[in-house]
């Protein structure tokens, strides 16, 4: 790997500017949340003003300011936590936390060896060990990772299965009422299908677990086997339902009169930008590269379901 200068004018407006947009969100935040939190953010608030003196210093760059995209971002997250209110912030606040920490892993790991790795020890033990308990002490925790990945399994399997059925159908039929029959009654056998499908797994994971717990207590022996706080019936219920939720995106210009998949196509692309969007930031990932891997999965499928429903149309003589 070819080493990066540790005084990198990109990187270091970067980190200056990131550093500069939590303690901005933070100190907005503190005027519209309630005074029993005010001391979090207090705490927050002075850890990000030491760690954005800080990396002032390392670059030796002053900014205080946010470029355009920092403050447009800002006044959409504010406006998210006044619409939605204590349950926003918490949930902001957990996602600014996982966000940062990996970020920092991530140069950690890249600039080991060298005087920027040295620098981002602090930053990191900071991230660790306080402003990764205050946030926990304030949120309890709001983001369940299962849940994101049972939201995000169901909701992307909905988009990308029905979207690839409705290309199809249209592809094979060429008429609407037939696509709209086809692809609801596929909607509905996937969602109870994946409902299923998440009920008997984590059922078994919870057998295991409840039989390896027991076994260590007959035998007197210290368990470090914990119980399963997720529900095997509320997970089948959030996967069965966020696939109906994704399902509904394609369907629905049909409904409304669409008589090509054009338009199914257009609306699943915009659910895919916009949930991979707000997953992405809960779960501190890469939102561009969430959105392309996405996009680039529903236009295989598209292209793939609608030439084969094309070819059976030619093949079979299907006719409407």
């Known amino acids: 790997m070819k080493p990066i200068p540790p005084h990198d004018p990109q990187l270091a407006r970067t980190l200056v500017l990131d550093e500069l947009f939590d303690l901005s969100l933070y100190q907005a935040l503190r005027h519209v949340t309630h005074p029993d939190v005010h001391h979090t953010l207090d705490e927050l608030i002075t850890v ?13 760059l002053s900014l205080d300011q946010l470029n355009p995209g920092r403050r447009l971002k800002l006044s959409f997250l504010m406006f998210v936590c006044k619409l939605f209110g204590s349950t926003a912030v918490h949930l902001v606040l957990e996602a600014i936390e996982v ?47 299962e849940k994101i990945r049972n ?83 509320g997970s089948a219920l959030v996967v069965g339902t966020a696939y109906i939720a994704g399902a ?33 930031f809960l779960s501190g990932m890469d939102i561009m590269r969430r959105i392309l891997l996405n996009l680039i999965i529903l236009t295989i499928a598209v292209g793939v379901t609608y030439g084969i429903g094309v070819f059976a149309k030619h093949l079979w003589g299907i006719a409407v």
């Open 48 to 60: 990000e003003t030491a760690h954005l003196a800080f990396w002032k210093r390392f670059f030796s």
């Open 99 to 145: 966000h940062g920490i990996r970020k920092y892993l991530a140069l950690w790991r890249e600039y080991q060896g060298q005087p920027l790795g040295e620098a981002l020890n602090g930053i990191l033990m900071d991230e660790f060990k306080h402003e990764d308990v205050l946030v926990t002490a304030l949120t309890e925790r709001k983001i369940n990772a």
């Open 151 to 233: 939201i995000f399994l169901g909701l992307n399997d909905g988009l990308v299965e029905i979207l690839g059925a409705v290309s199809g159908f249209f592809g094979a039929f060429g008429e609407a009422s037939m696509v709209l029959v086809a692809a609801s009654t596929t909607a509905v056998a996937g969602a109870l299908s994946m409902g299923a499908g998440a009920f008997l797994a984590l059922s078994s994971e919870k057998e295991v677990k409840t039989t390896e717990i027991a076994k260590k207590i007959f035998l007197g022996e210290a368990s470090d086997v914990t119980p399963m706080e997720e529900s095997p019936i």
């Open 248 to 280: 509904v995106v394609p369907v629905l210009p049909v409904i409304v009169g669409a008589t090509s998949a054009l338009y199914s196509v257009l609306t699943a692309g915009l659910m895919v930008i916009v949930v991979s969007t707000i997953l992405s």
